[in-house]
């Protein structure tokens, strides 16, 4: 999986999955049962930091040094081993609040590493991105849902950094990082004043993901895979950033467009979840192109999903 160049790019889905549930851990298991819930998320906070830092930093040499890559087969996930230190770093926005300051503070300057580190990455490779959209055109059908992908790092990057600064407004004061309370302020500020920034270039990326799969629509039938789960995350984070800001500002029109998207995300949910059930009970939906790359090889046949079957079964077996 490691050598496949598309495979590997999703093993950055897995922090992204551990810190949605570290983040659900704060907002419900803490105040239901206390101590050892602060104690369970913290840890599991540090660990999606370790699987973040390593998928960020080892796809990548991978993609330098071993995968066979070409910009005009480039697609949004590029960005999956990437986004995960942004995701833990605005879930480290959350795990700070219930925290002892020492250890909040800790954990945010760690977030502010991470936010920086990758956001910073995810604007080249969606500048690359830009690129490959000017002379190359849209992707294929197969993978037209990646087009979605860039507002994971915008959308996680814009509410992340606001629910840092709102959560170092006494932690930064108590630790002496900011010796004057106003200055706190200032920094929660600028921080809303860069999260509006970012959620107004995710809202171009929002605008061409829609405009990308409408387009493909009408030339023809999107194929339905796990891909398409691709619409779910992204979304879901630009959805949460329009929140963020909805509290952070005096604003009816986010909080009018927050409840708005969160209808709209929950519809698209159901339908997701409905193809995917689908698709697993007639047993066409899970691929795995790196073992059949594998089984390929070493039987010299393309093998049918039957055959594929048993040669995996034999594979893991041995």
Known sequence: MLQHPAQSMFLGTFPMGLATIVKASVLITVPAYGQWAITMVHVLWWIDV?????TCFGVPFLMFNVHKLTIEKMTGAWLLP?????????????????LKPNDAFVVLITS??????????????????????????????EVIVSAFLPLEPLGQGSGGIIQISQAGKKVFLENDLVRQAISSEVVFIV?????????????????????SVLVTCLKGKIPFSMGFWGFIFPFGVFTSATVVISEALPSAFFSYLAMVFIVALVILWFYVAAGTLKKVFDQSLFVSPCLICMTDLSKGVTPGRKHHVIQLDQVVFQ
């Open 50 to 54: 370790a699987l973040s830092v390593l």
């Open 82 to 98: 990437i986004a995960p230190t942004i995701v833990a770093a605005g879930s480290g926005g959350y795990v700070a609040t219930v």
């Open 191 to 211: 921080s809303v004043i860069v999260g509006l920034l970012l959620w107004g270039l995710g809202l171009w990326w929002f605008f061409h993901g829609i405009t």
């Open 112 to 141: 502010y590493c991470l936010w920086g580190l990758g956001l910073g990455l995810s604007f080249m490779v969606i500048a690359l991105y830009f690129q490959r959209l000017v002379f190359h055109h849209l992707p294929e059908a």
